[in-house]
């Protein structure tokens, strides 16, 4: 059903379409149409920017994926330079649109619980420091000193200094304000269910009609790789549903992305007191693949677990769950021009999107524009799944 207040009007014939509302098409699209584009985002759902994402800014290498996916690191490593500079990124962005975002980057800490725990952690920082990052190890003693509300389990953890969180819901709304701003027409409830060449011109089959345009970005997350395949690609992209907690807000006393060596968690505050818990606990995907439902076992598992590293969460209340579906791409993004499609481009972020997302949108939105990109795309080329 289409609500005339999120559908909005369906362009016919545009210069560029970005298909897909979330970070990334939000970002390019805003980028685009910065720079004089007529630009248009068409959504199957709420083009929104991701408001299912946890909002935590990641720098090091989760060992979440690093042990589910231990064939896929040198990958993840490859990619590992642009995470602090997106995490930057997203400073500059909240400075460009003026926005409070919520952002902070006090560093994040993946705890241990064992001496083993530990080990793999010190081998994990030595190897991020060799690629650039800020990574180090600290003791008990050294963690009581920043982070005095970590559980009397935790042995040690590995401080990464460039990581840090913000408030999705802030960052989306402002970037929303910013692309209507900038001029971007916002199509809502409208699938893209094919694109082909019509002469020089990409034509999109929607579910509200025929929309033609002469340049074309995929930027739909898990929608993605239907939407390629027309151009020979095979895209290695996953739904991957997720659970999210929230509590009640309390006084700020967490100070910092927590993570865990071996276990799935993430946990940190937001500045209004709400504290944030997540980190890969699954939910359920519907039979349509086009929406996640919340899982009893993953809000009892996950904010356990929380209160085990964080104690003090315990006297907290949720006030919400939630579910949303995750891209996973094997690693680093798929980011640029489609080769052997003049005006097609891919806009899909990676390993934690939405860190990723607006560094990542701005690099395509750069070759979009015939600009050489700030970072070499080669690795992140749709051309690999050719
Ligand atoms: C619960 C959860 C928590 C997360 N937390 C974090 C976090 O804390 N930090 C972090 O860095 N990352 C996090 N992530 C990952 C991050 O949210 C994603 O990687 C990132 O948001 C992907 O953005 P995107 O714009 O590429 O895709 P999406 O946000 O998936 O947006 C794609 C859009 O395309 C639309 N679409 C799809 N197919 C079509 C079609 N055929 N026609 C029209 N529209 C279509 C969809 O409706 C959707 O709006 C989390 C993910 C989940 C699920």
Redesign the pocket.
């Known amino acids: 059903m289409h609500s005339p207040t999120t559908s909005g009007p369906l362009p016919r014939d545009i210069q560029t379409v970005v298909?897909?509302?979330?970070?990334?098409?939000l970002c390019v699209a805003g980028f685009l149409a910065e720079e004089g584009r007529e630009v248009a985002i068409?959504?199957?759902?709420?083009?929104e920017g991701?408001t299912?994402?946890?909002?935590?800014?990641?720098v090091q290498m989760q060992s979440r994926f690093m042990r589910m996916h231990p064939d896929q690191v040198p990958a993840l490593e490859s990619g590992l330079h642009l995470y602090p500079k997106a995490v930057e990124f997203w400073f500059e962005l909240q400075r460009h649109l003026d926005a409070d975002f919520g952002l902070k980057a006090s560093g994040g800490l993946m705890v241990a619980e064992s001496r083993e725990q530990l080990d793999f952690l010190a081998k994990k920082a030595e190897r991020e420091r060799s690629l650039g990052l800020d990574s180090k190890i600290l003791d008990r003693d050294e963690l009581d000193q920043i982070a005095p509300y970590l559980g009397p389990a935790v042995v040690g953890a590995e401080l990464c200094a460039d990581e840090g969180r913000l408030d999705a819901l802030k960052a989306n709304t402002a970037l929303r304000r910013w692309v209507r701003r900038v001029g971007v027409m916002v199509t809502g409830e409208?699938?893209?269910?094919r694109v082909s060449r019509d002469g020089g011109r990409f034509k999109l089959d929607t579910s509200r009609g025929t929309v033609r345009a002469a340049t074309l970005v995929i930027?739909?997350?898990?929608?993605?790789l239907?939407?390629a395949e027309p151009f020979g690609l095979t895209l290695p992209v996953e739904s991957?549903?997720?659970?999210?907690n929230i509590t009640e807000p309390t006084d700020l006393f967490i100070g910092h992305l927590v993570q865990h060596a071996d276990r799935m968690i993430?946990v940190k505050q937001l500045s209004s007191g709400h504290v944030v818990i997540?980190g890969g606990w699954p939910a359920d995907l519907s039979p349509s693949e086009d929406y996640?439902a919340v899982r009893l076992s993953s809000i009892i598992g996950n904010t356990s677990l929380a209160q085990h590293i964080v104690p003090a969460i315990g006297r907290l209340r949720i006030i919400r769950t939630?579910?949303?579906?995750?891209?996973p791409t094997g690693g680093p993004g798929i980011l640029g021009p489609i080769h052997g499609a003049p005006n097609a481009f891919l806009?899909?972020?990676g390993e934690?999107?939405?860190?990723?997302?607006p560094l990542s949108a701005r690099l395509v939105a750069d070759t979009v524009l015939g600009r050489r990109p700030t970072e070499d795309l080669a690795p992140f080329s749709p051309s690999r799944f050719r």
């Open positions: 298909v897909g509302g979330g970070i990334l098409g068409i959504d199957a759902g709420r083009p991701t299912t994402n946890a909002g935590s800014l990641h409208t699938s893209v269910d930027a739909a997350g898990p929608g993605s239907t939407l991957e549903p997720l659970h999210m993430t997540g996640a939630w579910a949303g579906i995750n891209t806009a899909i972020p934690a999107g939405y860190t990723l997302g």
